[in-house]
């Protein structure tokens, strides 16, 4: 016995040592927790994931911002002008401004900046910008000019975007100048700094003290990662984290139970997108008018949002939000009405046989493909919802819920009846979304594929990222996107909104930014 | 002995050949187009100039056999590709959560021995009375409980109601025993009972009763007989426990979002993510096998006929 | 007095000593038990259609996480889906995989297994290279990796694990066939005249049969945690269709309102495990204390 | 002749699971420095009685009357611990077949050294050197090298001399054979038993020889017993026994015997005395 007791001593020793060996402290002192699903990445902002947006609008700062009225205003350009023709952009450049390594702001770092984006102008081909820029030059200490081949209106929000126009201290590049294969470190003008990134666990990000601005209140962000959103909501509970921001960070469920818990401020977002499911106008029954319009009847939004949701995101009837610049069009909604989709599918021939639960046409069954991505669980539960809608009216949905990649390839080849699309949010609304629909590649152009009126519609988009008159502009949206939401192409449930989760004890002065992906971390405050 | 380990290292060769022969057509035998994969990781529009350009860029157009031996003779210098999500070596990445996986499964290992070594010895020695049936209905229910269960339920107990345990991330030891536990419970359980039959069979080995005709001690008989010779098939067994703790720590690592190459792993699936996959795989399988041929050095510091037997084989 | 105990050839011969003493008693009770879980469970799974009073797949939102009431007897999950339905069905999916595995694992081992040791020489080696290349891997890893790479889905899990056991059960199987080929009677009906196919079907193969569908049979619980782990981790069987494992990790989420959501489906799981382990257990210790414990 | 070494009086072992009675009531005496024989078939109940002896009856068989007393010290109420000193001290055994009876992950040395230890002998040196005079005593000429040896480098017959050499260490006034020399070939099981017996001898030890071999209990025996399931048949000086068998049950062993063995085991061990002489 007693060898027994040496060894349990032994293995309680060998435990603590291993214990200690991986204990950490997290200093909470002048630090908001936040968490994310994985490391921010290694920051570089001229390059897609695994960057993670939010952090890369922490560090980089663009030439002209978005602002939450939708508007473009200054950031590190003070002012800009624009020639009458729409091709020529003169930015004039803050003066005060240095990089976080101390290097100084000026033309030639922003030149700098361009010529690498440029430089893998194929990776950014999706940006309606880069195939219009004909050239750029630092022509002044603080004065850059930009030269674009044919007028591009959207050029301004283009350059707001989080990535790829971001400025990155030219002491920062690699030697040859290209950064698609990285950067030195992460060194920007925005009001914080990357000072740790411990893969796994956190990245820690500290209050830049170069910053032109106003500078960040708090200290330190420490960024925690946390995959999956039951541990996120556990973190919170047990204050491990002092804040939930975003889309997808927490179920709904989640959402409604910290809503009702005292002590807890849980606020909603405007919209910030829409959760939209694209119908496809070249395949089987999709193809028919009648049957997206029935498709668009049948839906109980309001069931939906509440059981899926919980009430917490606002209803959509367009593809596009009302706040979206130039989309307050006042289209009229496809209210809910089952006994009017019914009639729409019995128009259409689609007939309901007494006794049978789904309607036939020539012996065929009314069958449609519902595709989304199967690990998804609100889009999962979206599905589930809309299929047992459907199906009350005797349209059978079959639900497809597959992995990323095989829901891809359907996206690229158009093969399904019913896909979930959901929009990108601002900045990205709506041109850069509609200018996406001219992509053979992508669910929207397959979708809308089989319309008559598709070579009619690619003009006009083309036509309005290149006008220059305002008016012409808002006259050429509302054609197009009236054409899309008489044509029934969409079927939109829901706007996204974000969810900010805090206590107020903690956490002061919690508001939501103007993009769907930044975070005014800066203005927050901690007790 | 170093006879012996350099001998069964040698063997380990053509086994770990052959399991990379196994991973690699699993792969290209399996339903998947890794460019689509690449593409739609790289936020790429999938065209099919795009794909026919990712398959170049991936060597997928060459002959699987070149593409093999290309694969192997960069998995021999550890480069296995850069992960089609985060952009960075793969190679880096597992290694850097490696050890954190390791922190987890060894000290799920130490649970399983430090609590089923005294917990099987009770059992024998009580044998028939009340801690034996405990034992017994306790590796019942151990061997019973799904451990992703276990895990929620010590969550909901110990960090929900009670607050007394963080629920997740990397940290000391009030982080590691919830984690810990969950994985080595079956083992735990396993070995306990295995223990517990040994010591009862030692017991009434020849060598026992010889050892009491001699009137040798109790405690000497215990210590130097039953235990000794119980203890050889648990480190074999223990071998084998590896392996399941080691597919325990990845179910675990996700529940209680431990920074360890499992999670990787598991949104690495989820992903599609070809190149950590592999590496995964490959990597936890040499630990595995080492293990093993570990656990093989420690049976023959025990059992004198195996390290013998191969001594005297090298001597010749 | 001392507790000893003697062994062979100390000619000392005795009866064995388990009478019917409690221990037995006891062992009886839990068989019977189990086997009665085991009915009720087999009784589910095929009767679902017929014992569980809702559809399991009905969305009803506006009765999303009904408490325990007559109308719902276990309540409902978030998605307002009547959870006993859900359970019942759950047995079909839970134990028709585990059911499907062990035929496919049985099937595969038997035939690699028997065609390895009873044709014997080269054909012999290179099988029992490939199983030993296949064992050398730990299980769950294999699994997951083959998941990565067939993606997720039942199909696919079983597929996975038939893949990650076939090889343990053909290793087995081919010892036995070796172990039977140079018997007595075997040689003797050879020399009798009987082909090599005749003399495999009727004096081989039943009794390796019987042997393997026990060692099967010890080894289903271990299966169902394969499949429910995998399915938790949502690699497994897709939801809406009702799976436990699945049904714990949709209930997460409800951890602090609805705990009992994941507790329900966990204590199926548990007691379906216990009940295939239980006799499992019993019969191990009846027939061969050997066979060593895998994993 | 001197006192008694053993006096078993009445002694009555019951299996009462199987309601069997594996002894009755079995009395008889072995004098000290004399051998004598205890001669049965096997499940005649000899090893129980020597496994009672020894105070290590197994489990679930029980003593249910009779005593046992050992070197003149009655055995009814010594405790446990009293027990296991008076084991290997007053009274030794050697067993069949010592391929299974050694440690296979034990030492020769380490055998010695545990027994020594128990007994109140710690000091290693010491303890070494005690063994390796005892391994001498039994015939090993490097006794040193036999110690580091484990059990399965060695044959059965050395095996079985160390066990002699173990038993002998503490010169117990009794020393039980219990099959001894079984599983050895012929050579060997002559040579193990001479050295027994003479070493009883030398020593003025008493020897219980149990066997079911009536050509080892006449060579070496002075007195016999013979069990037949449980029963004491017969016991009496061998030479009488040997003449004049009195149940028809010994006389049907004698018949057997005197068929098969006697040429061949006189021989051997005649040849031997010759030898040593």
């Known amino acids: ?76 350009a003070e002012k800009w002008a624009i020639s009458d023709d729409g091709l020529h952009y003169t930015f004039y450049l803050r003066r005060d401004v240095r990089f976080s390594d101390g290097e100084p702001f000026n033309a030639e770092a922003v030149a700098k900046n361009f010529e690498a984006v440029m430089g893998n102008a194929e990776r950014h081909k999706w940006l309606g910008v880069t195939g219009k820029i004909a050239g750029f030059e630092a022509v002044g200490p603080y004065e850059f000019k930009l030269t674009l081949n044919s007028p591009y209106y959207p050029c301004l929000e283009d350059l707001s975007l989080p990535r790829p126009f971001r400025m990155l201290s030219p002491a920062a590049f690699p030697d040859d100048g290209d950064t698609s294969k990285g950067i030195k470190t992460p060194a920007g003008t925005g009001p914080w700094r990357l000072a740790k990134i411990a893969l796994g666990e956190y990245d820690l990000f500290e209050r830049n003290e170069l910053y032109w601005g106003e500078k960040a209140k708090v200290s330190k962000v420490l960024v925690s990662v946390i995959p999956d959103p039951v541990s996120r909501a556990l973190a919170f509970e047990t204050g491990e984290i002092d804040l939930i921001y975003g889309l997808g960070q927490i179920n709904f469920d989640t959402f409604d139970r910290l809503r009702q818990t005292p002590k807890v401020s849980a606020e909603i977002s405007g919209p910030m997108g829409t959760m939209a499911a694209a119908i496809n106008t070249a395949k089987g029954p999709a193809a028919e008018l009648k049957v997206r319009k029935a498709l668009n009847h049948l839906t109980d939004k309001a069931a939906l949002i509440k059981g899926v949701t919980l009430g917490t995101q606002p209803r959509a009837e367009t593809l596009f939000a009302p706040e979206v610049p130039y989309c307050d069009l006042n289209l009229r909604p496809y209210e809910y009405d089952s006994a009017k989709a019914a009639a729409l599918l019995d128009e259409a021939g689609w007939k309901l046989a007494p006794g049978q639960k789904i309607r036939e046409k020539n012996g065929q069954p009314l069958v449609m493909d519902f595709c989304f991505v199967g690990n998804n669980a609100a889009h999962k539960a979206i599905a589930e919802v809309v299929q047992a809608q459907a199906g009350r009216v005797g349209l059978a949905l079959n639900l497809v819920g597959e992995e990323e990649d095989s829901f891809y390839r359907r996206q690229k080849d158009g093969d399904f009846h019913i896909i979930l699309n959901p929009t990108w949010g601002p900045p990205f609304e709506p041109h850069a979304l509609v200018s996406s629909m001219l992509l053979p590649a992508h669910a929207d152009f397959m979708a809308q594929a089989g319309l008559t009126m598709k070579a009619d519609i690619d003009a006009r988009i083309n036509e309005v990222l290149a006008t220059t008159d305002k008016a012409v502009r808002q006259k050429l949206y509302r054609d197009i996107l009236t054409m899309l939401h008489e044509q029934a192409v969409y079927l939109p449930l829901f706007h996204d909104a974000l969810f900010m989760v805090y206590r107020p004890e903690r956490l002061q002065n919690a508001r939501f930014g103007a993009e769907r992906s930044y975070i005014p971390f800066e203005e927050f405050s901690v007790k | ?123 024998a020695r009580y044998q028939g009375r009340w801690p034996d049936h405990l034992s017994r209905a306790l590796a019942y229910i151990g061997v019973s409980t799904p451990s992703f269960w276990l895990a929620f339920l010590m969550i909901m107990l110990f960090s929900v109601k009670l607050g007394w345990l963080p629920t997740r991330g ?29 010591m009862l069979e030692q017991t009434h080995t020849r060598q026992v009763l010889y050892a009491r005709i001699r009137g040798v001690k109790e405690g000497y008989i215990t210590r130097g007989h039953v235990l000794k010779n119980s203890l050889i098939p648990v480190v074999t067994a223990l071998g084998m426990h590896i392996g399941e703790i080691l597919g325990g720590a990845v179910v675990a690592e996700v529940i209680f979002a431990w920074p360890g190459v499992g999670r990787y792993m598991v949104s690495a699936i989820f992903n599609r993510d070809f190149p950590v996959m592999q590496c995964f795989i490959l990597m936890m399988t040499t630990i595995f096998v080492l293990c093993n041929l570990f656990t093989d050095i420690l049976y023959a510091a025990i059992d004198p006929r195996m390290r013998l037997a191969n001594e005297g084989s090298g001597n010749d | ?112 297994g028997a065609f390895s040791g009873y044709i014997g020489g080269r054909t012999d080696s290179v099988i029992m290279r490939v199983c030993e290349a296949f064992m050398t891997f730990p299980t769950f890893i294999l699994a997951l990796f083959l998941i990565g790479v067939l993606g997720t889905g039942l199909t696919n899990v079983i597929l996975a694990i038939v893949l990650t056991h076939w090889a343990w059960y053909a290793r087995i199987i081919r010892g036995m066939v070796m172990n039977l080929k140079n018997r007595d009677f075997i040689l003797a009906a050879r020399v009798a005249g009987g082909g090599p196919v005749k003399i495999f079907l009727r004096h081989i193969a039943p009794p390796v049969l019987a042997q393997l569908v026990i060692l099967a049979s010890l080894d289903l619980g271990h299966m169902m945690l394969h499949v429910s782990g995998l399915s938790f981790l949502g690699l497994g069987i897709q939801p809406p269709t009702p799976e436990w494992g699945c049904m714990i990790n949709d209930a997460r989420q409800q951890i602090w309102t609805n705990p009992e959501l994941a507790i329900i489906p966990g204590v199926m799981i548990f007691l379906t495990v216990l009940a295939f382990n239980i006799p499992g257990d019993i019969l191990r210790d009846k027939l061969d204390p050997t066979l060593v414990e895998r994993e | 002749m001197s006192c008694p070494a053993l006096v078993i009086n009445n002694l009555r072992i019951v299996y009462p699971a199987g309601q069997r009675v594996i002894l009755h009531d079995l009395s008889f005496t072995v004098p000290g420095g004399s051998t004598v024989a205890l001669v049965g078939e096997s499940g005649s109940g000899k090893t129980m009685a020597a496994m ?64 020594f230890a128990s007994h109140g002998v710690r000091d290693r040196k010491r303890i070494r050197d005690l063994a390796a005079e005892a391994l001498r005593g039994v015939g090993f000429d490097d006794p040193r090298h036999i110690l580091e040896l484990y059990p399965f480098q060695m044959s059965g017959g050395m095996l079985q ?59 070496l025996a002075d007195e016999m017993v013979v069990l037949k399931e449980g029963r004491l048949v017969e016991k009496g000086p061998v030479s009488q026994i040997f003449k004049s068998p009195a149940s028809p049950y010994t006389a049907g062993l004698l018949a057997v015997h005197r068929g098969l063995y006697t040429p061949r085991y006189r021989r051997i061990i005649s040849n031997m005395e010759r030898q040593s002489v």
């Open chain 4, 52 to 115: 009672a002896v020894m105070g290590l009856i197994p489990s679930g068989i029980f003593q249910a009357g009779g005593d046992i007393t050992i070197n003149e010290r009655p055995t009814g109420n010594l405790t446990p611990e009293q027990y296991r000193e008076l084991r290997h001290k007053s009274v030794a055994m050697v067993m069949q077949n010592p391929m299974s009876a050694f440690d296979p992950v034990l030492s020769i040395f380490q055998h010695f050294k545990e027994t």
């Open chain 4, 161 to 219: 001399r160390v066990m002699l050499a173990m038993a002998l260490i503490f010169s117990p006034p009794l020393v039980i054979a219990d099959e001894a020399t079984t599983d050895l070939d012929v050579i060997s099981q002559a040579k193990v038993l001479k050295l027994l017996q003479d070493h009883c001898r030398s020593h003025h030890l008493a020897l219980l020889l149990i066997t079911h071999d009536l050509s080892v209990a006449a060579g």
């Open chain 3, 1 to 112: 007095m001392t507790d000893t105990g003697l062994t062979g050839n100390d000619s000392l011969i005795l009866p064995p000593l388990a009478g019917p003493g409690r221990r037995a008693t006891a062992r009886k009770a839990a068989l019977a038990l189990s086997a009665l879980v085991l009915a009720g469970l087999i009784g589910m799974a095929i009767f679902a259609p017929l014992a569980a009073p809702y559809d399991p797949m009905e969305i009803n939102l506006e009765e999303r996480l009904a408490p325990i009431s007559s109308r719902h007897w276990l309540g409902t999950d978030h998605l307002g889906r009547d959870v006993l339905s859900r359970l019942i069905w759950g047995a079909r999916a839970s134990m028709g995989s585990v059911v499907v595995i062990a035929g496919l694992i049985m099937a595969t081992g038997f035939i690699t």
């Open chain 1, 1 to 76: 016995m007693r060898l027994l007791y040496a060894f349990m001593a032994a293995w309680c020793l060998t435990f603590g040592l291993a214990g200690s060996l991986f204990a950490q402290n997290i200093d909470r002192e002048d630090t908001i927790i936040f968490s994310c699903l994985s490391n921010v990445g290694p920051l570089n902002p001229h390059l897609y994931s695994p960057n993670q947006m939010f952090a890369q609008s922490m560090v980089y700062e663009p030439l002209v911002k978005l602002k939450p009225d939708g508007s473009i205003g200054p950031a590190l």
């Open chain 2, 170 to 198: 990397l940290g000391g030891l009030s982080h590691v025993i919830m984690p810990a536990f969950s994985v080595a419970l079956m083992s735990l359980c396993i070995n306990m009972r295995l223990i517990r039959g040994n």
């Open chain 2, 1 to 123: 002995m170093l006879k012996f380990i350099i001998k069964r290292l040698l063997t380990l060769v053509p086994l770990l050949l052959a399991v990379s022969v196994v991973v690699f057509l699993l792969l290209r035998l399996g339903p998947n187009d890794p460019a689509m994969s690449y593409l739609r990781l790289s936020n790429i529009p999938p065209t099919d100039a795009a794909l026919a350009e990712a398959r170049a860029t991936l060597g997928l157009d060459r002959p699987v056999a070149v593409q093999y031996f290309a694969w192997l003779g960069r998995a021999l210098r550890l480069d296995f590709g850069i992960s089609y999500v985060t952009k960075a070596p793969v190679t880096d990445h597992l290694l850097h959560y490696l050890p954190n996986t390791l922190y987890l499964a060894g000290v799920s290992i130490l649970m399983t021995i430090g609590l089923s070594l005294p917990l099987g010895i009770m059992a």
